[in-house]
């Protein structure tokens, strides 16, 4: 089955042809870090703007480099939440227009399932369930159980901030271009990990909840402090900056670990699925790698953990093979649950 994906959840057009869930032929991904670069975050009517524009060319650039015509597409498979609802909508009007003018079916799918998935693509049939989902993106930051794909019970999220929109507001404070996430990574090597008491958020009654608000703020308050009030990152030293992206690095990655490794042992999962763009952080990945030796960790492959539409062919390609085609009532959503079977009456 030929699944062509659409992605524009957020500031990514992106287009991918991908056969039976797993072969991806065509990846296209048109980013639009470079407009939102000087704002220090995502411009909702830019982003919007800027989808209208490559919709149409990364759809055709997709099927080019696949080799392959509308006509042999089998299946449109489209990101539907939770995301931008004017970015959203961009993709899954052009989802509609394309199943109705080819007369082909087409399913609307989770982003954050799509993150998941996308580290398990290309080795399905090797994964073994239930496993613990550990969603790490600009926009999430979500422990889930899953049974299997398409099977979903929440553990929990972060009450406020996303980890890796902690990672771009940090990052903006100094000064440093969106999206920061790299560029703190890159700081963080130079820098000492404990030159500043920041410590990670608490959430009282929801000890596997994430908070990043309060560091972020901190880390605020500790550039300041250190600048007689003023807050130009200019007038920060660039040992100032490794250190303050050092420091914040540890304490946020070290409180993803330990409340995951917390959620893994209570869910009894054995294996760890990743998904989401703060997963390129290769520092995350060593700290699991040491904490966790005895688990099985899957990461994205590097071109699948930032948003892309092979992710969201491969989820579709499965959840059309479990509950058929979407209609054309179907809308964007902001926000979206994830889909739990009945078994969850029980627990
Ligand atoms: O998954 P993604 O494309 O966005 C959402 O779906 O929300 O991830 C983008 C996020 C940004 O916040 C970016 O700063 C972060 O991933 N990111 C990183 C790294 N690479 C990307 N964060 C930390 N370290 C990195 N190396
Ligand atoms: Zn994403």
Redesign the pocket.
């Known amino acids: 089955m030929l699944v062509l994906g659409i992605e524009s959840?957020?500031d990514?057009t992106a287009c991918a042809i991908v056969r039976d869930g797993t072969a991806i032929l065509a990846n296209i991904v048109a980013s639009q870090a470079t407009l939102h670069e000087c704002y220090g975050g995502v411009v909702p009517e830019l982003a919007c703007r800027r989808h209208v524009d490559m919709i149409i060319p990364v759809i055709d650039e997709a099927l080019k480099q696949a080799g392959v015509t509308l006509n042999e597409i089998d299946l449109i498979s489209v990101a539907k939440a939770p995301g931008l609802i004017g970015a959203l909508m961009i993709g899954i009007n052009a989802a509609k227009a394309l199943s109705v003018t080819l007369e082909k079916p087409f399913i609307g799918v989770n982003?954050i399932e799509a993150?998941l998935y996308a580290a398990i693509m290309s080795q399905v049939e090797k994964v073994s369930f239930p496993s613990l989902g550990v969603v790490l993106?600009?926009?999430?930051t979500t422990l889930v159980y899953m049974r299997d794909i398409g099977d979903y019970k929440l553990i929990s999220e972060t009450i406020d901030d996303?980890l890796?929109?902690a990672?771009?507001k940090v990052a903006k404070m100094m000064g440093l271009p969106y999206?920061?996430?790299?560029h703190?990574?890159t700081l963080a090597k130079k820098g000492n990990p404990h030159s500043y008491p920041l410590k990670a958020g608490f959430v009282k009654g929801s000890p596997l909840s994430f908070s990043f608000s309060g560091l972020k703020t901190a880390v605020l308050y500790s550039l300041r402090g250190q600048n007689s009030s003023t807050l130009l990152p200019s007038q920060l030293s660039e040992e100032e900056k490794c250190n303050m992206a050092a420091t914040f690095q540890r304490v946020a990655l070290q409180d993803v670990v330990k409340k995951t490794l917390q959620a893994a042992i209570e869910a009894d999962c054995e294996t760890l699925i990743f998904g989401?763009?703060?997963t390129?952080?290769?520092a995350?990945r060593e700290l699991f790698a040491k904490a966790a030796p005895n688990k099985k960790l899957i990461w994205p492959k590097a071109e699948l953990?930032?948003?892309n539409a092979a992710m969201i062919a491969g989820l579709g390609y499965h959840q059309f093979r479990r509950r058929g085609a979407d209609n054309l009532l179907m809308e964007a959503q902001s926000r979206i649950e994830f889909y739990t079977s009945a078994k969850d009456s029980n627990n």
């Open positions: 959840t957020c990514e982003h993150h993106s600009g926009g999430h996303a890796g929109e990672f771009d999206p920061g996430g790299p703190i990574e989401g763009g703060v390129n952080n290769m995350l953990t930032l948003d």
